[in-house]
């Protein structure tokens, strides 16, 4: 067990954080949707209590990913990372769990985030 700890703190900052992001956005992007397509029938606050038992384990690894981005990147650098990440989650969730329809606006928003990437992340 010792030398799992040790593997993993020995994998630079950014990539650990950026792995707890994306495991922490699915997590919310099921607990904010899912329940628009799995729960439409049953009452609102049925759905809020389901979401924030989803949402827990968001922050169970959104919060030490924040704290270890945080050693590595500044805070703007870290919610940039944040929204891409998050966009990156969301658009396969809407496609191919809600089964909406891919919209050339999602490439629209990506390209907009790439920009945000650059100038955030330029020395």
Request: net charge positive.
């Amino acid at each position: 067990m010792q030398k799992i700890i040790e593997t993993i703190v020995s994998i630079p900052a950014i990539y650990r954080t950026i792995f707890l992001l994306i495991c922490s956005n699915c997590f919310m992007t099921f607990a904010w949707y899912g329940h628009l397509k799995n729960m439409a029938s049953k009452p609102w606050w049925l759905a809020a209590i389901v979401s924030w038992g989803i949402a827990l384990f968001e922050y169970l690894l959104q919060v030490p990913a924040n704290r270890i981005g945080y050693t590595a990147l500044t805070l703007a650098q870290l919610k940039i990372m944040q929204e891409v990440i998050t966009l990156s989650v969301f658009v396969p969730f809407s496609l191919f769990f809600m089964g909406e329809k891919f919209r050339l606006d999602f490439v629209w928003a990506a390209l907009c985030l790439c920009g945000a990437v650059f100038f955030i992340f330029r020395k």
